[in-house]
């Protein structure tokens, strides 16, 4: 059994060396070319190259199987077809100005026995022509949606289509069309919901071919929307009083731009001799009768908007002394925090806490600059204290040596030395 299996071992390892070298026969005289990739129009250069070559003649073939070149000599007319160069080793022939028809399967020969083969495939490539865009609408409201379409025709192979708004890219829908003659039509359809901030703002329809670089349309986005409402005080610039004049003026900006603008007051009737002059609204001789919500209105063809102002009309600003002042203050005050929306607060009872701010803020200076005095004069009494100390050392010690040395325990010591304290720490105290 082990002598049959190397036996058969052996005829298998005979085996692949034979094919072995077969190969390497086969491979030592090897023909190849590429595959070709060429935009219509230019130049496709089709190589047929031989490696080890014994003498053998080299010829193309186009897709009819007509010969192009026999070696260095073109049978074919067709002057298109020029020789690029012609050696053993290769013979490399050049097509101009390639045409769709040009497209197939060339075939490189060489005469051997048997005859070898290889194929190089033309690709023809055909880009789109320039992409042309369309809106749905020239100007969407915002908040609506509108559709953009982009259509890159007659290219070969399919185009692909990307969109961006801004330098933010959108997915749109491809839809790819057959067209004659092996080429293709791509629609791409972008749905967008629009915002005001959208307005002029670039959508581009990028396609994307392997013929072409950069093919692009673009588009500016036209959005019109509802105006922007703001009412400005150009008057007063403080608290509005009885008997002072109120000037307002509404600022409205809108795509397009409004044409209407009105002043009206909520629940009410605006005071009969205000003066309106276009955005501004003027009314002299303030009295509290007045009071109440103003409100610019501005329409364009998209909708209309409003801002509100909210006017309280203050008393006149009189003297501090009079007696009924006081309760009139009074009144100004409980209004106050009801007036959120309006100007400003009393100027007077601003200042007025503004000078009860300041007197604790002394005060506190007052008490710093006492407390680092007495500090700085404890420091100085302890140096003092400290030296007085020093020089007294012996005397202290015999003192407290007096007393320990007559008495039997450091009670008696104390009561020795003070005369009726026997607490011990009243003792401690003492040395301190
Ligand atoms: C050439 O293209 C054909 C398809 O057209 C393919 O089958 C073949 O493998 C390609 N040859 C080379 C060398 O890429
Ligand atoms: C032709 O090809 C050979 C070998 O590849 C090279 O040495 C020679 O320069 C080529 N001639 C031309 C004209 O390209
Ligand atoms: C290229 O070929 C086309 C036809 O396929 C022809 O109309 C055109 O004149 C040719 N251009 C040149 C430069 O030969
Ligand atoms: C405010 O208007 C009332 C009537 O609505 C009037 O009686 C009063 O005198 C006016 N006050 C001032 C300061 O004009
Ligand atoms: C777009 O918005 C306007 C309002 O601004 C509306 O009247 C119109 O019907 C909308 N159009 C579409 C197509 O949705
Ligand atoms: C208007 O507001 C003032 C406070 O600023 C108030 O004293 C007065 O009574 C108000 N008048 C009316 C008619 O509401």
């Known amino acids: 059994m082990a002598i049959t299996g190397s036996g058969s071992l052996c005829a298998s390892l005979f085996l692949s060396l034979v094919s072995a070298a077969f190969l390497l026969k086969v491979q030592s005289q090897n023909l190849v070319t590429d595959n070709v990739s060429v935009v219509e129009g230019d130049v496709a250069t089709i190589s047929c190259r031989v490696k080890n070559n014994d003498d053998s003649v080299i010829q193309l073939l186009n897709p009819n199987r007509q010969t192009i070149y026999f070696k260095d000599l073109r049978p074919l007319k067709d002057s298109r077809f ?5 050696s053993d080793n290769e013979l490399r022939v050049s097509l101009s100005n390639v045409s769709l028809s040009d497209e197939g399967r060339y075939v490189c020969q060489l005469y051997t026995d048997p005859p070898q083969e290889a194929y190089a495939d033309i690709t023809v490539l055909v880009p789109p022509d320039n992409p042309i865009m369309k809106s749905r609408e ?13 259509i890159a025709t007659g290219s070969k192979p399919a185009s692909t289509i990307r969109w961006m708004k801004g330098d933010k890219e ?4 491809s839809e790819v069309q057959h067209t004659y003659d092996r080429m293709f ?12 901030e959208d307005d002029g703002i670039p ?8 013929a072409v670089k950069d093919l692009q349309a673009q588009k500016f986005l036209e959005v019109q929307y509802k105006p922007e409402v703001k009412i400005v005080v150009e008057f007063p610039e403080g608290l509005t009083r009885e008997g002072e004049n109120l000037e307002l003026t509404c600022q409205a900006k809108g795509k397009p731009q409004p044409q209407q603008i009105n002043w009206v007051k909520v629940d009410d009737d605006v ?3 205000a003066v309106i002059t276009g955005t501004d609204l003027l009314i002299e001789n303030l009295n509290k009768s007045y009071n109440g919500t103003y409100r610019c209105v501005a329409s364009n063809s998209v909708g209309e908007s409003y801002d509100d102002y909210i006017l309280y009309v203050y008393d006149v600003l009189t003297t501090t002394s009079i007696p009924t002042t006081t309760t009139t203050t009074t009144t100004t005050t409980i209004l106050e925090p009801a007036q959120d929306s309006a100007s400003s607060t009393e100027p007077a009872a601003h200042d007025s806490r503004a000078g009860e701010g300041t007197s604790p803020s002394v005060d506190h200076a007052v008490i710093g600059g006492v407390v ?7 420091l100085c009494l302890l140096i003092v204290l400290g030296r007085y100390f020093a020089r007294h050392k012996g005397t202290y010690f015999t003192h407290e040596a007096k007393g320990a040395d007559d008495a039997a325990d450091a009670d008696t010591a104390i009561i020795n030395a003070e005369g009726g304290h026997n607490n011990s720490d009243e003792k401690k105290e003492y040395y301190i």
């Open 82 to 86: 020029q020789l690029v160069n012609f």
């Open 138 to 150: 020239d100007i969407v409201s915002e908040g609506n949606e509108t559709e953009i379409t982009c």
């Open 170 to 173: 959108l997915q749109g829908k």
């Open 185 to 196: 039509t791509v629609i791409s359809r972008l749905m967008l919901t629009v915002t005001r």
């Open 203 to 210: 959508v581009v329809c990028i396609v994307d071919h392997p």
């Open 271 to 273: 005071p009969s001799h």
């Open 372 to 378: 680092a005095v007495v500090v700085f004069a404890m």
